[in-house]
């Protein structure tokens, strides 16, 4: 069992930046690839980024590519999402999310992930 907490999300102007941060507990961190999701009102949850077990390969969906990083603390079982240049489509409930066996086209699967955190509200105003 892992347990996935989020902060970090508030409202910010286009341009601006934010630093989301999921803390885990409850398991060993490092066993786990960690990922990021986002889901606007009234649409599904979509694939933002994921870091694999020991931070050395990220990848990120095409619509942050540039401009959202990625990274981990093992040290500390924290994943962050640093944000910058935010756009108002960026609007959205970020969740981080564990999976241990995500590769290649299952990455960006919310299904193929084993657990969630509860969410964490970053608006973007124009």
């Known amino acids: 069992q892992v347990q996935l907490v989020e902060s970090g999300g508030g409202l910010v102007q286009a341009g601006g930046s934010l630093r989301l941060s999921c803390a885990a507990s409850?398991?060993?961190?490092?066993?786990?690839?960690m990922g990021w999701f986002r889901q606007a009102p009234g649409k599904e949850r979509v694939f933002v980024a994921l870091i694999s077990k020991i931070g050395g390969t990220t990848y990120y969906s095409d619509s942050v590519k540039g401009r959202f990083t990625i990274s981990r603390d093992n040290a500390k079982n924290t994943v962050d999402l640093q944000m910058n240049s935010l756009k108002p489509e960026d609007t959205a409930v970020y969740y981080c999310?564990?999976?241990?066996?995500?590769?290649?086209?299952?990455?960006?699967?919310?299904?193929?992930?084993?657990?969630w955190g509860q969410g964490t509200q970053v608006t973007v105003s124009s």
């Open positions: 409850g398991s060993t961190f490092s066993r786990f690839r």
């Open positions: 999310a564990a999976g241990q066996e995500l590769y290649g086209p299952a990455i960006q699967r919310s299904e193929n992930y084993d657990y």
